[in-house]
T-cell receptor
């Protein structure tokens, strides 16, 4: 069974500083990996995804993530944080196909606070 | 293009009651998945519907059931509500059961008292 761990529950970062959110996954096959963002009272918005190919993927809002198979990690980064980036961020691994159950498995999330 | 919509936005129910939540999928999407997000946690997969059939289920008891209609909209029904059912219920649609991208609605906040 697949699982996702986000080791940091909360991160506080100053506006303009860089941000890195950690994600470790466990999955027996080639993983389909995602990062979603959730603002208060909102649903989930897809930031970026990795299926195959280049291990550095670019997403929306200036975010990028790097897939490292040897470390089972898919960390999210942003070079310069804006106040509007304050939100909760979820890493997810996708399992698809009849045997896998067609689902996303999410980590527990990391809440990002941005200081002025 | 209309995104995923859910209704109602909030509702309050009493333990033991039954509830129905509704989801309209994004235009052109024939697959709907439901997730439960308890406070402070990540979403957990409940089940997925594809062409009106259940197409995958997570670790939820049978009192969680669903329907998908010919227009691909969907309902989540929960019977015999328990306090632990209080959560944000998220619906996600995708253009096919093998599509790896799911587009989420804003959710329904259910409070069970």
């Amino acid at each position: 069974a697949q699982s996702v761990t986000q080791p940091d529950i909360h991160i506080t970062v100053s506006e303009g500083a860089s941000l890195e959110l950690r994600c470790n996954y466990s999955y027996g096959a080639t993983p389909y990996l995602f990062w979603y963002v959730q603002s208060p009272g909102q649903g989930l918005q897809l930031l970026l995804k990795y299926f195959s190919g280049d291990t550095l993927v670019q997403g929306i809002k200036g975010f990028e993530a790097e897939f490292k198979r040897s470390q089972s990690s898919f960390n999210l980064r942003k070079p310069s944080v804006h106040w509007s980036d304050a939100a909760e961020y979820f890493c997810a691994v996708g399992a698809f196909g009849e045997a896998a159950g067609n689902k996303l498995t999410f980590g527990g999330g990391t809440r990002v606070l941005v200081k002025p | 293009e209309t995104g995923v919509t859910q209704s109602p936005t909030h509702l309050i129910k009493t333990r033991g009651q039954q509830v129905t939540l509704r989801c309209s999928s994004q235009s052109g999407h024939n697959t709907v998945s439901w997730y439960q997000q308890a406070l402070g946690q990540g979403p957990q997969f409940i089940f997925q519907y594809y062409r009106e059939e259940e197409n995958g289920r997570g670790n939820f008891p049978p009192r969680f059931s669903g329907l998908q209609f010919p227009n691909y909209s969907s309902e989540l029904n929960v019977n015999a509500l328990e306090l632990d059912d209080s959560a944000l219920y998220l619906c996600a649609s995708s253009p096919g059961t093998n599509s790896y991208e799911q587009y989420f609605g804003p959710g329904t906040r259910l409070t069970v008292t």
